[in-house]
C-alpha cells in the first residue's frame, strides 16, 4: 500500500505527515487567483454560448471537465511543494536503546532469538542500517532491563536481564542525552514490561523536549502455541496447617480444551494435583485449587503445567508465591452469654491446633463468668468482657455467642465495631436465643458490621428449625468450607452431614457480603448458615445455628469434619489480622542489586497511627549479615514508613521492622524477600504493540517491525528536533498530476464521441 | 469414732427415706407414660436404659427417682443458671438408640445391674469419645466390680481414677469446698472419674459418683424428707458436672 502510495505521490506517507505544503512559484499567489480567472472564465463563456446538438446538461459537464484540467494545469505551474525540516548530518545525536533482558533471548521467529536480529542490524558496523543511521547521526548506545546505561559496544550484550522497565530506560536515556542536540531515541525490545509502572510520566518527559520516540517491535504479537500460568493469587502470610484455596490464572493460544495437570509443589513437595481444562483462546480461567501449609517458615510455593509439545515458551507454565507459614499461637476471644454445648464442642475441635488460642469467658449466671485462659489467669478478664480498648484489641479474633446486646455498654458495642474496622479483626457472631435480632443487636454498631440484615424480631415467636446444610457456589471454593480432599467430595460431603438447629431466622444478607453456607427445612428454603463480609480494616462472619457440635455427635468417631470445619472457619477470621507493626516489602522477589522499597505501617495499641516515630528495617541476608535500616516517615501518610534496600547476596533475606521507644522495642513484624533469579521476563513476552505504538504516536515518532523497519535512518531525518535545516521537496511532478490530466481529458473526448460533439 | 457419729445421726435422720422408696413405685408406674420429648432445646435431661442382671422389672434400677430427679434438677439449673434446660419432661434411652447423639449429657443409675450387649457398648464408646458425658449414680461397694466390667467393655483402654477436691469439675460454678459427701448407708461418698488418655489433665468423660446417690436427694428435695445442707451439695455437684460438661 505505501509503495502504491509513493508511486503516484512521488513520496511516502511519512513525507506528507511531517512536511508543510505550499506553493513556491517565483510571482504572487494573487496571479494565481487572476490566471484562473484568465483562464476559466473564458472557458465557461465559450462553452455556454456554444450551440448545435448539445444540450445544456452536456455543456455543464464539458465545463466541469475543461476548469478541472486548467485547474490541474494552474495548480502544477504554482509549483507546489512540501517543507520539511530535515537533520544536519552529523550535527544531531540518536539514542539507541537495546532491550537487554531475558525475553530477548525467545526464539519465536523463524527460530532465531529476537536478540539475534538485534546483533544483525545494530552489532555488527558495516550493516545497512547502522551506516545509514552513523551517515545522519552521532550514535548513542543504551542497554535496559531493570536499569538503563551506556555502552559501547553492542555485541557484547548478554539479554539476560530479569526485568522489562521501559520507563526507566526512556528517562535515562534522556537525561544522559539532555546537554546535546537530540534527534530522537530508537526503542528496540519485545515492549513487554514487567514492572507495571505506568509510563505518563517518562513519556511526558519526552513530549515536553520534543524528544520523537521510534520503536521497533522484536518478536510475535502472537504465541502460535503457548500455556501460561500468567497469575496466582496467594497471601503472605497464613498459619501452619491453614486450609488455602489459591486462584490461578491460566492462558493459552494453540491448545484450547486439552486437559493438562495443575500441579501446586511446596518447596518442590507436590501437595496438590488437580486436572484442569484449557481455555478456549483468548479466554482466561481462573482455577481455584485447595491445598495445606503444613512446613513453618518462609516457603516457596509453585503452581505449575507441564509443557506440551510445541510450545513456544515453557519457562511461563510455573508461577511461584512466598508465603510465610507462621508457627505462632494467635488469640482468639470468645464470650458467650449462656452455657451451652457449642462452648465445649467448640474449644475441643479447636485444642489441638497449636496456632489458635481461644480463650473462654462465659457467663454462667447474673454476674458470674467463667474463664478458661491460657496465660496470665490472674489478670485477663477478671473484670469480665474487656472495657478497654487497649484489652480488646489484644486479640486477634472475637467470637460472640448467646448474649444479648443489651449486656454491652454502648461503648463497648462501639469498642466492637471498632475492633473489626479499625483493629482489622475478625469477628464471628454465633447463634442463639440471645443473638442477632433475637438478642436485640439490630440497630446498634454491630449491626452495622455484621455481614447480614437483622429484621425486628419478635422474642415470643419461638422460631425454631432444623435445617440441611448445603454450601453455596461461593463456598464451593471457599477455604473455610473444603471439608474434604477435593472441592468436588467436598462439595458432596456437605449434602451428608446431620441437619442443624437454628433460633435465628436471617435471610438476608448486605450488598457485598459473601454467603458461604445455606439451610433449608420445612417451609424453610434460605436460611443463612454462614456469611461473611469485609468491614473497614478487618472481616465480620456469621453462623446463625447452635448446635454445630451435631457434626460432631452425629458423625462416625473416625470423622474430622467437625474439627476441619472449626479450624479453618476459626483461622480465616483471624487470617490477615494486622499486627502494630507491619511490613510491606513493594515486592517479595527481587534480583541481585535491584534496589528493594520497604513500607512499615505503625500504630499504637488502640491501632491508631504513629507519626515521627523511631523506626529501624533490619534485613538478614541468606549468610547472616545484617543491615540497619532507619526508616523514614512518609509525611504524605500517617503511620508509614519507607526505606531501601539493595540487596548485596542471592537468597532468602528476612526483614524485620521495628517501632522503638527510648531505645526499647514497642512492636515488630518480619516479612521476606527472594532474591535471585526470576522468570517474570518470560511472562507476557509476546510483543506488545500497543504499548509501543502507543510511545511512538505519544512522543511523535513511529513504530516499527523488522519487517518495516528498513525506512528509519531516513524517517528520523525528518525531525524537528536537534539541529535541522529546512529542505523543499517539489511537487508538481507528482505522476498522480499527470494521470488525472491524461483521464479528465480522456473522459472529455469519450464524452463527446458518445453525445456526437465532435 | 466422729465419723460413726455422724454417720449414725445421718442414718437417724434419712431414715424416712427407706419408706420413700416404697411409696415412690406407685409414683414412677403413673410416671411411665411420659414419654420422651422432642429434640430441640439446649439441654434435655437423659436417663440410660438398660436390661438389668436381675431385680424387680417393675422397678428396675435405672429407673430409680425418675421423673422427679429430673424434674427437679432442670428446675435447679434454670433456677441458679443461664443454662437453658427443658423443664417440661426428660428422655429415656438406650446406649444403642442414635437420638443419643441428640444429647451430651446422660445419667446412668444404680450401674451394679447394669449390663450391656455389644450394640451399647460400642454407642457408649462412641458416645464418649466424640464428647457425651455420663454421671454414674446410686451404687456402693457390692456394685463396682459389675459396673467396671461394663465400662471395660466399652472403654478398654481406660481405667476409673480418684478424683480429689482440685479437679475443675468441683469448682465449675459452684465452688465446692467439701466433697467427703455422707449418703445414709453408704457411708462417705468418693468420686471417681474416667479421663481421656488416663490423664487427669486431660477432659474428663465420666464421673462416677461412688458410695452415693445424688439423684435421690434431687428426687426428694421438695418433699423434706432428706436434709437441706445435703440437697444443696446434690444440686452443686449436678449443676457443676452440666457445667462442665458444656464448657469443657
Redesign the interface.
Known amino acids: 500500500m505505501e509503495s502504491m502510495f509513493e508511486f503516484l505521490f512521488k513520496y511516502r506517507p511519512l513525507i506528507f505527515e511531517r512536511g508543510d505544503f505550499m506553493f513556491s512559484a517565483p510571482w504572487p499567489i494573487y496571479l494565481a487567483a487572476v490566471a484562473g480567472v484568465a483562464f476559466v472564465v473564458p472557458t465557461l463563456l465559450l462553452y455556454s454560448r456554444a450551440r448545435g446538438k448539445s444540450r445544456p446538461i452536456d455543456r455543464g459537464v464539458l465545463s466541469v471537465l475543461r476548469t478541472l484540467v486548467l485547474a490541474l494545469i494552474l495548480f502544477s505551474l504554482f509549483r507546489p511543494v512540501l517543507m520539511l525540516s530535515t537533520v544536519v548530518p552529523q550535527k544531531n545525536f540518536l539514542g539507541i536503546l537495546i532491550d537487554d533482558s531475558r525475553s530477548m533471548r525467545l526464539a519465536d521467529v523463524n527460530g532465531a532469538p529476537r536478540s539475534s536480529w538485534i546483533q544483525e542490524h545494530f552489532g555488527v558496523e558495516d550493516s545497512r542500517m547502522l551506516r545509514g543511521l552513523a551517515d545522519r547521526f552521532i550514535l548513542r548506545f543504551f542497554r535496559f532491563s531493570s536499569s538503563a546505561e551506556r555502552i559501547d559496544d553492542v555485541s557484547t550484550l548478554e539479554f539476560a536481564g530479569d526485568k522489562t522497565d521501559l520507563g526507566r530506560a526512556l528517562s535515562r536515556a534522556r537525561q544522559e542525552l539532555a546537554s546535546v542536540p537530540l534527534a530522537g531515541l530508537v526503542l528496540l525490545t519485545d515492549g513487554a514490561d514487567n514492572t507495571h509502572k505506568s509510563l505518563e510520566e517518562p513519556l511526558l518527559a519526552l513530549r515536553a523536549r520534543s524528544v520523537p520516540v521510534y520503536t521497533v517491535g522484536l518478536g510475535q504479537q502472537k504465541f502460535p502455541r503457548d500455556i501460561e500460568v500468567s497469575r496466582v493469587e496467594t497471601p503472605r502470610s497464613v498459619l501452619q496447617g491453614a486450609s488455602l484455596v489459591v486462584d490461578v490464572t491460566v492462558t493459552q493460544t494453540g491448545y484450547s480444551g486439552t486437559s493438562v495437570d495443575l500441579i501446586v509443589e511446596d518447596d518442590g513437595r507436590i501437595v496438590n494435583i488437580q486436572r484442569i481444562e484449557l481455555p478456549r483462546e483468548g479466554e482466561v480461567a481462573t482455577v481455584r485449587i485447595p491445598f495445606k501449609a503444613t512446613e513453618p517458615g518462609p516457603r516457596i510455593f509453585g503452581f505449575r503445567i507441564v509443557p506440551l509439545d510445541g510450545e513456544v515458551v515453557t519457562e511461563n507454565n510455573e508461577q511461584e508465591a512466598l508465603i510465610v507459614v507462621e508457627d505462632h499461637r494467635e488469640k482468639i476471644l470468645y464470650f458467650e452469654g449462656e452455657p451451652r454445648w457449642e462452648i465445649g464442642f467448640l474449644r475441643r475441635a479447636v485444642r489441638d491446633d497449636a496456632n489458635l488460642e481461644v480463650t473462654l469467658l462465659t457467663r454462667t449466671a447474673d454476674n458470674k463468668f467463667y474463664r478458661i485462659l491460657f496465660d496470665d489467669p490472674d489478670e485477663e478478664l477478671v473484670g469480665g468482657f474487656p472495657s478497654t480498648r487497649e484489652e480488646l484489641f489484644g486479640y486477634r479474633g472475637l467470637v460472640i455467642g448467646s448474649v444479648e446486646a443489651s449486656f454491652f455498654t454502648l461503648d463497648q458495642l462501639r469498642m466492637i465495631a471498632d475492633f473489626v474496622s479499625q483493629r482489622g479483626g475478625g469477628l464471628l457472631m454465633l447463634g442463639g436465643r440471645r443473638a442477632f435480632a433475637e438478642g436485640g443487636y439490630a440497630g446498634t454498631p454491630i449491626a452495622d458490621v455484621l455481614p447480614v440484615i437483622l429484621d425486628e424480631s419478635d422474642p415470643d415467636s419461638g422460631f425454631l428449625a432444623e435445617i440441611q446444610v448445603d454450601v453455596t457456589p461461593a463456598g464451593r471454593t471457599h477455604p473455610i468450607t473444603q471439608i474434604a480432599e477435593t472441592i468436588e467430595e467436598s462439595a458432596k460431603r456437605w449434602k451428608d452431614l446431620p441437619p442443624l438447629m437454628t433460633v435465628n431466622r436471617i435471610t438476608r444478607v448486605k450488598p457485598g457480603a459473601t454467603t458461604l453456607l445455606k439451610g433449608e427445612g420445612p417451609g424453610i428454603s434460605d436460611q443463612v448458615v454462614l456469611a461473611y463480609q469485609r468491614y473497614g480494616r478487618g472481616k465480620s462472619l456469621v453462623l446463625p445455628v447452635r448446635d454445630v457440635w451435631a457434626w460432631q455427635m452425629r458423625t462416625p468417631l473416625e470423622d474430622m469434619t467437625h474439627e476441619t470445619f472449626w479450624r479453618q472457619l476459626l483461622r480465616w477470621v483471624i487470617a490477615g489480622v494486622p499486627n502494630r507493626v507491619r511490613v510491606l516489602p513493594v515486592a517479595d522477589r527481587a534480583t541481585l542489586g535491584e534496589p528493594i522499597e520497604l513500607i512499615g505501617e505503625v500504630e499504637d495499641d488502640t491501632y491508631l497511627k504513629v507519626n515521627n516515630t523511631s523506626v529501624v528495617a533490619r534485613v538478614t541476608a541468606p549468610s547472616g549479615v545484617v543491615d540497619s535500616i532507619v526508616m523514614d516517615w512518609n509525611v504524605d501518610r500517617d503511620g508509614e514508613y519507607r526505606a531501601t534496600f539493595v540487596p548485596r547476596e542471592e537468597g532468602l533475606h528476612k526483614v524485620e521492622v521495628s517501632a522503638l521507644e527510648g531505645g526499647e522495642v514497642l512492636a515488630s513484624d518480619a516479612s521476606y524477600v527472594q532474591v535471585g533469579d526470576s522468570r517474570r521476563e518470560y511472562f507476557g513476552s509476546e510483543m506488545q504493540e500497543t504499548t509501543l505504538r502507543r510511545i511512538a504516536e505519544e512522543t511523535g515518532g513511529r513504530f516499527y517491525t523488522p519487517a518495516s523497519v528498513s525506512t528509519l535512518p531516513e524517517d528520523i531525518s525528518f525531525t524537528e528536533s536537534g539541529t535541522t535545516v529546512i529542505e523543499r521537496r517539489d511537487l508538481w511532478d507528482m505522476p498522480v498530476i499527470f494521470m488525472l490530466l491524461v483521464v479528465l481529458i480522456s473522459v472529455e473526448w469519450s464524452y463527446r464521441r458518445m453525445r456526437g460533439l465532435v | 469414732m466422729k465419723r460413726l457419729i455422724v454417720l449414725l445421726l445421718l442414718l437417724v435422720v434419712t431414715a424416712p427415706l427407706e419408706a420413700q422408696r416404697r411409696r415412690r413405685r406407685d409414683r414412677d408406674r403413673v410416671e411411665d407414660s411420659l414419654g420422651n420429648v422432642e429434640?430441640?432445646h439446649?439441654?434435655t435431661f437423659v436417663r440410660l436404659q438398660y436390661t438389668p442382671a436381675f431385680g424387680p422389672s417393675w422397678n428396675p434400677g435405672w429407673r430409680h427417682d425418675y421423673p422427679y430427679a429430673e424434674r427437679n434438677f432442670a428446675k435447679i439449673v434454670e433456677a441458679?443458671?443461664?443454662?437453658?434446660p427443658y423443664l417440661g419432661g426428660s428422655n429415656i434411652l438406650r446406649l444403642d438408640d442414635?437420638e443419643l447423639?441428640?444429647y451430651?449429657l446422660a445419667y446412668l443409675s444404680e450401674p451394679g445391674y447394669w449390663t450391656m450387649n455389644e450394640a451399647e457398648a460400642d454407642g457408649l464408646?462412641?458416645?464418649l469419645?466424640?464428647?457425651?458425658f455420663l454421671i454414674v449414680d446410686d451404687f456402693g461397694e457390692w456394685d463396682w466390680q459389675n459396673f467396671e466390667l461394663q465400662m471395660s467393655r466399652a472403654l478398654p483402654e481406660l481405667r476409673p481414677m480418684r478424683m480429689d477436691m482440685r479437679h475443675a469439675i468441683f469448682n465449675?460454678?459452684f465452688d465446692i469446698r467439701d466433697i467427703e459427701f455422707p449418703y445414709s448407708y453408704r457411708g462417705v461418698a468418693e468420686f471417681w472419674g474416667y479421663f481421656e488418655d488416663n490423664d487427669t489433665k486431660k477432659?474428663l468423660i465420666a464421673i462416677v459418683n461412688y458410695k452415693t446417690d445424688i439423684g435421690e436427694f434431687w428426687e426428694f428435695s421438695d418433699t423434706g424428707f432428706v436434709p437441706i445442707d445435703l440437697t444443696n451439695e446434690a444440686y452443686k455437684l449436678g449443676v457443676n458436672y452440666?457445667?462442665y460438661?458444656?464448657?469443657?
Open positions: 429434640y430441640g439446649e439441654f441458679v443458671s443461664y443454662v437453658e442414635p447423639f441428640k451430651p464408646r462412641n458416645y469419645l466424640k464428647g457425651g465449675s460454678f477432659r452440666l457445667m460438661a458444656m464448657l469443657h
